[in-house]
């Protein structure tokens, strides 16, 4: 009976969350990775709007080395902020215990580390811990996540990997059509595309790529540093670097040989300050 009613509820969640987040109170808090300067952390605390009373949660589950990653960042936010701050790792702690998940629910302010986007999902997916960070999203908190973290954010989530190539290259070396693999998310953002580590790693195929697959989406390259806070259908730029933003392929077709071409599309550039247009 407990398991029947914790599939109906998780199905529940997957049915709703998508119009839940068109309607969320909360914030998308999404950095491209790298070093994170205490001005930005100063304005992803300002943007979780933190009462004396709240808290907050790191997610170390995409990182091979979760206890020193939370402890680094939880050492920078305390020197800001000195407010609790827990560390939950599901990846050592059952998924299913309320206590844990009631608390994560509640949260104003979720933290997920870097690492592997495909190792934090494999622990989250069809869990009560997904459904509890997007019950605190809807509730009005702020989601943030670095790195993997930032790549989480999307339904279709970048895994990294091309399949048509066995030889990993972060930059991919061709544009190819159906090359590039997604893999499911936390659907925080259902219409948008988030890559991290943008201009530092040179991630223009890969995004491009991601474009060509879903040309009804928008998809946003975040580069080391630098940060998009996302409220409803818009994105502010802050953070040291820069910002790119994909939409709109025009004629996309694609060769015999599987070459991806589009006459045009819509390409910006970003910086601190800027407001730009995304999808939920």
Known sequence: MKNAFLLAFLLGVSLFANAQNK??????????????????MKQMLHT????????????????????AGFGTLSTQLQKLDPRTIK???????????????DSLANAKLIYILGGDQSRFMNVVLNTPVYAAIHKAYQNGATIAGTSAGA????????????????????????????????SQGMVLLENTIIDQHFLKRNRYNRLISALAAYPDLVCVGIDESTAIIVHGNNATVAGESQVIRLAKPKNLKKTDEG??????AEFGIFTAGDVIEIKP
Do not use: C
């Not at 309607?23 to 930005?40: E, H, P, Q, V, Y």
């Not at 979780?48 to 206890?67: F, G, N, Q, R, T």
């Not at 070459?259 to 045009?264: T, Y």
């Open 87 to 101: 560390n939950f790792n599901f990846a050592r702690h059952e998924v299913n215990d309320k206590k844990w998940t």
């Open 23 to 40: 309607t969320a109170k909360g914030n998308l808090f999404i950095i491209g990775g790298g070093n994170r300067s205490d001005a930005l």
């Open 151 to 182: 790549a989480v954010m999307s339904k279709y989530m970048i895994t990294g990997k091309q399949l048509l190539d066995t030889v990993y290259k972060e930059t991919f070396n061709k544009l190819w059509d159906k090359n590039i693999e997604f």
């Open 259 to 264: 070459l991806i071409k589009f006459n045009q």
């Open 48 to 67: 979780a709007e933190l009462k004396p009373s709240d808290y907050i949660i790191v997610l170390p589950m995409a990182s091979e080395v979760p206890d």
